[in-house]
């Protein structure tokens, strides 16, 4: 039978877009997380772990009324770019930022905190700025937590359901991603299809992590 | 000339208390701070490198102000022209030996990367990562790493106490002759008497944060009962027995001498002691 690749590719697209867009905005984050002491700091880190607890559902339904037309970012979204951001592509993207956020961020966290400080101290005696000593000390002796972060985001981007559901719908095409594809040829009781869906899926994910775990191995060795 | 005049509050193992230091170091000095670890010797380089802030006072580095209280003047750790030795040695486990000197650098000069390398007998191993190196080769590129950019001091926080006592004696000798090639004004924390001994022009011996005793070494660790003509500190490597007398090999940098044990004082070999000749009769002590 012929397979429809479109939700693979919708899929792929997706957690690609929003892992990119999630390490550059979460680096920055979880530095000044990590290095900084303010007085909502508690605060922040309760409403960035937030995704991790709460239901995928009652997250989809928040982000579903921000992003309708009448909602305060949908609107917005609809005079910016003349579409509106519920049910389109644009608002998965937005909406798995969201939700993957915590899975980029904590990582990184943790991989901050077990660069040596001393190492930051060298680099500053050595005449180097905070960004310089970012780039060229701190982040090349956290490679594995980028790794870990990375892939976490990836993964959870490409095996979320309950919030792309709530967002998207199903539209063929623009919001139909694999993990909807399955729920769908299931209720039509079209079960070839899921399986063949859930069979990449399964060996898709299961790949990646592999790959993460060889490299993690690589650079622990080396390091 | 370095100034330093400085307060600040610390908390120690046995609660607060106040480091409160006032000092100089002249150019081409080698100046040691010793005394017991908590006693705020690691705190005060930290603070001439910018690394914590002092709550009062002023440190000045050859004229320049790097902190003043009342000025407000606090000059980050970026601008300030120090080279720090740290104890665990710091070097950035991405690089090779010669990015670690590279990026040491504010415009890499290959010829002068090369010459330093050479002062500290690293060509060979200039490839190699940081973790492959023994201990010895790594406090070795740090002490580079800390000299390749021209400090106007030199910071060492202990910076030979991980290492076994050979490879320690030898890095002993290279400080000492790298401070005398390059001309540097050196501030070294140490906890280890022959070691102070061994390379300092002037030792600070710091008390739970102030300072108790400054003066040459010779003056702070041995007291006035032994007038010699000329003396060495060395190590006691052997001890024979040769009828009544006992016969002690020491070791005085590279050489070797024979010294019979006279006096009631007990020595064992490994013992660091002072080699002295009084009317040209040795006596021996320890130190």
Redesign the interface.
């Known amino acids: 039978m012929e397979i429809d690749w479109t939700p693979f590719y919708l899929t792929f697209k997706l957690a690609v877009i929003s892992t990119f867009i999630l390490i550059l905005i979460g680096i920055p984050f979880a530095y000044f997380l990590s290095f900084s002491n303010f007085k909502f700091k508690s605060s922040v880190e309760a409403l960035v772990a937030l995704p991790l607890v709460l239901p995928p559902t009652v997250l989809g339904f928040y982000l579903l009324i921000i992003f309708s037309k009448n909602g305060s970012l949908g609107s917005l979204w609809e005079k910016l770019f003349g579409h509106q951001l519920a049910f389109s592509f644009d608002g998965l993207v937005l909406a798995s930022i969201i939700f993957s956020f915590p899975f980029m961020v904590h990582p990184l966290i943790s991989g901050f905190k077990t660069v040596?400080k001393?190492?930051i101290?060298?680099?500053?005696?050595?005449?180097?700025?905070k960004t310089q000593t970012l780039f060229?000390?701190i982040l090349?002796?956290m490679k594995p937590a980028i790794i870990t972060g990375t892939t976490l985001a990836f993964a959870h981007t490409v095996g979320e359901f309950g919030v792309v559901l709530m967002v998207g719908g199903s539209i063929e095409g623009e919001t139909k991603v694999v993990s909807i594809a399955i729920y769908d040829a299931v209720e039509k009781l079209d079960y070839s299809s899921a399986h063949i869906y859930s069979a990449i899926l399964f060996g898709f994910s299961f790949f990646v992590l592999l790959v993460v775990y060889m490299l993690n191995k690589k650079f622990e060795v080396?390091? | 000339m370095i100034k330093v005049d400085i307060e600040k509050q610390l908390i120690g193992t046995e609660g607060k208390f106040l480091l409160k230091v006032n000092f100089e170091v002249n150019k081409n000095e080698f100046l040691t701070l010793f005394g017991k670890s908590g006693s705020g010797k690691t705190t005060i380089l930290r603070m001439i490198a910018g690394l914590e802030n002092p709550d009062t006072g002023f440190i000045e580095v050859e004229g320049k102000t790097y902190f003043n209280s009342k000025k407000k003047i606090n000059i980050p750790p970026q601008k300030r022209k120090v080279g720090f030795v740290f104890q665990n040695y710091a070097l950035f486990p991405n690089m090779t030996v010669y990015e670690n000197l590279e990026f040491a650098m504010e415009k890499p000069n290959k010829q002068k990367i090369e010459e330093i390398l050479e002062i500290v007998e690293l060509q060979d191993l200039k490839n190699r990562y940081p973790n492959t190196l023994s201990g010895g080769q790594q406090q070795r590129v740090a002490l580079a790493r800390a000299i390749i950019r021209n400090p106007l001091i030199l910071l060492l926080d202990e910076p030979l106490s991980a290492l076994d006592l050979s490879v320690r004696l030898k890095l002993q000798d290279e400080i000492k002759k790298i401070h005398k090639l390059l001309n540097l004004t050196t501030l070294m924390v140490s906890h280890d008497k022959p070691e102070v001994f061994k390379l300092s022009d002037k030792v600070l011996w710091i008390d739970k944060g102030k300072i108790i005793k400054t003066g040459n070494p010779r003056k702070i660790f041995i007291e006035k009962e032994i007038s010699g003509k000329f003396s060495f500190v060395g190590t006691i490597l052997d001890i024979k027995n040769s009828d009544v007398i006992k016969i002690a090999t020491v070791e005085i940098g590279d050489n070797l001498v024979e010294v019979i044990i006279t006096g009631k004082e007990e020595f064992k070999i490994g013992d660091n002691v002072l080699v002295s000749s009084k009317a040209f009769n040795p006596v021996i002590k320890k130190i």
């Open positions: 040596n001393n190492l101290e060298a680099a500053y005696t050595l005449g180097k700025s060229k000390v090349p002796n080396k390091y």
